[in-house]
């Protein structure tokens, strides 16, 4: 009989042992499929951080108007005879658009990086984004449903948070750059963008626009140091195909 239960109690650990072993394997495949699941719809990247397919479509509609007449300038053709099959310096119109995507978004991520680094955000993947987005939603229609104030719209939708979350972002960076004196306007400098420019500042006198003319030396300076990042990125495309292919899709509404 003792032998039995000890036999029984061997056996009771095997199975304790292999339920363990399972339980991991399938916590392991559960992380590798939710990791693959952030990364599958990369098409590119910069300086390693991942540009998910849904991140491309939305430039994408944002930027197609402008880079269709640009196309349409370099083919020599009319804009009414534009279509995105139209071909320009040995290009189609959809790989000239993928590649303005590309630009702006170089100096989209590089401008979240450096905002991370400088502590204004912690995720900035696109999920992640999604998921702050439905938290927000959420918080909204609980505030219009205590009749609170909300401001702005009460829902976003994907590529509305994804502009104010990156307007925002870059605002705040900016003025970090500022706080930090990494951009800095001088009075010279303020006084040089007026002359240059009175009609800008509805020919006021400068003492009374001052600030608006620092404020637009930042501005500039900003701009100069976002291009700067971008034009050092790093960025790599696993598949040329696949990111025009995200464009395409992108203009058909897929």
């Not at 363990?20 to 098409?43: G, Q, W, Y």
Request: with cysteine; glycine share 4%; aromatic share 8%.
């Amino acid at each position: 009989m003792g032998k039995v239960q000890k036999d029984n109690g061997k056996s009771s650990k095997k199975r304790i042992w292999l339920l363990l072993a399972v339980i991991a394997v399938a916590a392991a495949a559960a992380v590798i499929f939710f990791m693959k699941s952030r990364t599958e719809n990369a098409v590119f990247s910069v300086d390693g951080q991942p540009v998910y397919k849904e991140e491309a479509a939305c430039v994408a509609s944002k930027i197609k108007l402008h880079q269709r007449e640009k196309i349409a300038a370099k083919a020599g053709i009319d804009i009414s005879d534009f279509t995105w099959e139209t071909e320009a310096e040995g290009k189609t119109a959809y790989e000239h658009l993928a590649d303005a995507v590309v630009d702006e978004l170089k100096q989209m991520k590089t401008m979240q990086k450096e905002a991370m680094d400088n502590g204004l955000a912690d995720a900035i993947d696109y999920p992640s984004l999604m998921e702050a987005m439905e938290k927000e939603n959420k918080d909204r229609e609980k505030k219009k449903g205590n009749n609170e104030t909300v401001f702005g719209m009460t829902r976003y939708t994907a590529d509305q948070f994804y502009d104010y979350f990156n307007e925002n972002l870059s605002l705040q960076n900016k003025r970090e750059l500022i706080k930090k004196e990494v951009l800095t306007a001088s009075d010279k400098e303020a006084r040089a963008a007026y002359d240059a420019d009175p009609d800008y500042f509805n020919n006021e006198e400068y003492e009374t626009v001052e600030t608006y003319a620092k404020n637009l030396v930042l501005d500039r300076k900003y701009e100069e140091h976002l291009h700067e990042m971008a034009e050092a990125a790093k960025v790599e495309i696993p598949s040329e195909k696949a990111l025009v292919q995200a464009v395409k899709d992108a203009l058909e509404g897929k």
